[in-house]
């Protein structure tokens, strides 16, 4: 189980306070919640790039910050929110790079590390584009690379930053169709969306956030509720169920 317990941070005016989330092998949690809300900064404290001022996360029982980093790779993988690209790696190259934290500074990838790089490759339907440069993909393409990335030290959890910010429709059910088959394998996965229904059609439960805090944390049938969805985006919503759950805003 990846979990963080009671998490408060701080930079500048905003507070992230007394935050407590979990997530278990092979389930999607959601983390829904207007602009400012904490969730990147969130995910950021679970992965260990940032630093609680209190409270602690725990992958298996181990604090994430006292885990050397390629131990901790083993255990979480990270996809960023944005990523900006420095060179035109080949694409198998930059899902080779997801193998940093055991290669070290120095070395260089082992037959069995282009091994597992190619079978990532095929697992997302990018073996074709193996020696093309990655920043000629399309956006849905450099979503699925970038995971792959993430995945190439066998993490048993993923935290995934706006999996699909900026993809069309078609790409991003691609990519969220891909993540839910993750979980399928055994993946335990905490991703940051922004679209309630893409959360109610992939998600198993859902923390909605307001104000570095946790409102409410549930199924979608128990979150995706025009009362919790209104207290966070203070704005009208409506929701239907016929024969699936959508949420609507309302514009008027």
Do not use: W
């Amino acid at each position: 189980m990846l979990k963080a317990e009671n998490l408060s941070f701080s930079y500048g005016s905003f507070s992230l306070e007394d935050v407590s989330i979990e997530v278990k092998e092979g389930e999607i949690l959601s983390l829904l919640g207007p602009n400012g809300a904490g969730k990147s900064t969130l995910l950021k404290l679970m992965f260990g790039i940032l630093r609680p001022h209190k409270g602690e996360v725990l992958v298996d029982g181990h604090n994430v910050l006292e885990l050397p980093v390629n131990e901790r790779a083993k255990k979480i993988g990270f996809v960023p929110q944005k990523h900006h690209p420095a060179f035109a790696f080949r694409a198998i190259d930059f899902v080779l790079l997801g193998a940093a934290p055991e290669i070290g500074l120095f070395g260089a990838p082992t037959r069995k590390h282009r091994k597992r790089a190619y079978k990532l490759l095929r697992m997302f339907g990018l073996e074709k584009y193996a020696g093309r440069p990655y920043t000629s993909l399309s956006g849905g393409q450099m979503q699925l690379l970038l995971i792959a990335r993430a995945l190439m030290m066998d993490p048993r959890y993923l935290l995934l930053d706006e999996p699909i910010n900026h993809l069309d429709l078609r790409n991003a059910i691609l990519v969220m169709k891909k993540i839910q088959q993750l979980a399928k394998n055994g993946v335990g996965v905490v991703m940051v969306l922004h679209d309630p229904n893409m959360a109610a059609l992939f998600s198993d439960r859902v923390s909605i956030m307001k104000d570095g805090r946790i409102l409410q944390t549930g199924t979608p049938e128990e979150i995706l509720r025009c009362e919790v969805l209104e207290c966070a985006y203070e704005t009208k919503f409506l929701v239907v169920d016929d024969p699936v759950r959508v949420v609507v805003p309302q514009v008027v």
